[in-house]
């Protein structure tokens, strides 16, 4: 017998193999944030996360544990949020990544009913090392910007920037606050404690990740000062660096800084056409 349910505080740690903690934090402290669970033979087998914001409810993660997988259970959870969804007239959408239009995600959505699959502007790529463009990079330096390690700044500060992020949000994830970045590759442009413009990069193996890149506007030479800043500090030799560019923007941006990129993945975006 199968079920979908309202996920609750105390219904929650059925469905915890499921989650990474982040996402378990974000359903606890984020009132915004919400579950659907399937359970199938008494068994939390699939859940479904979303955020209900404006101008949409935006699916933010689906799985099915393996041993329950190919039985319909992800279908099931994405239409029961669709029925609940229209008695409020709200819409569905979810954003992804995927190599290819054959990708599993990518297929899941392009199949299911009443829903469409439209290209999005972004992509997520990476160069090796090896092949960073150091002299086209140190030509956007500008030694007039006062650049510093974000994680020099007092605490208040660097609590109150990603506070005001995530109210105009401009991050892609609610919880993000830096903390697993590779410090020393984290800097800022930064006039009175204003800051005006960061970088982030983590680590993950040999490989470096350009986690999030932002400016206040009108500050993007102090941005470019900042990847030519990070250029210089960045290994020689190893793994790769890949960025993920999700705006027409920062498009541009990389193809102009790193024509040798290597493709990994584009966007997509799956909207329900609000039938059932």
């Not at 986690?211 to 290994?235: E, N, V």
Request: with cysteine; glycine share 4%.
């Amino acid at each position: 017998m199968r079920e979908f349910i309202r996920i609750t505080d105390k219904t929650l740690h059925w469905f915890s193999p499921l989650l990474s903690e982040d996402l378990c934090r974000q359903l606890t402290q984020q009132k915004s944030v919400y579950a659907i669970g399937a359970v199938e033979d008494r068994t939390a087998s699939g859940i479904l996360v979303f955020h209900i914001g404006k101008p949409a409810t935006e699916i933010r993660m689906l799985a099915v544990s393996p041993e329950y997988r190919r039985r319909g259970i992800a279908r099931g959870m994405v239409e029961y949020l669709c029925r609940h969804a229209w008695d409020t007239t709200t819409p569905v959408v979810c954003s992804f990544a995927a190599p290819n239009q054959q990708d599993p995600v990518y297929l899941f959505f392009a199949q299911l009913e009443h829903f469409s699959v439209a290209p999005e502007d972004g992509m997520i790529c990476q160069v090796p090392l090896s092949q960073i463009p150091l002299e086209r990079l140190a030509a956007l330096r500008n030694d007039r910007f006062r650049i510093r390690p974000f994680f020099s700044l007092p605490a208040v500060t660097r609590r109150q920037f990603f506070l005001q992020l995530q109210r105009q949000h401009t991050l892609l994830w609610d919880d993000f606050n830096g903390t697993d970045c590779c410090q020393p590759l984290c800097l800022c442009a930064a006039e009175d404690d204003t800051i005006q413009a960061a970088v982030f990069v983590s680590q993950d193996g040999p490989d470096l990740d350009l986690s999030f890149a932002w400016c206040s506007p009108g500050c993007h030479r102090q941005l470019m000062a900042l990847l030519a800043k990070i250029s210089s500090l960045l290994p020689r030799e190893g793994g790769y660096l890949r960025i993920a560019a999700v705006t027409p923007v920062t498009v541009s941006l990389v193809d102009k800084l790193l024509p040798k990129r290597e493709v990994l993945a584009r966007y997509y975006q799956a909207a329900w056409d609000m039938e059932l």
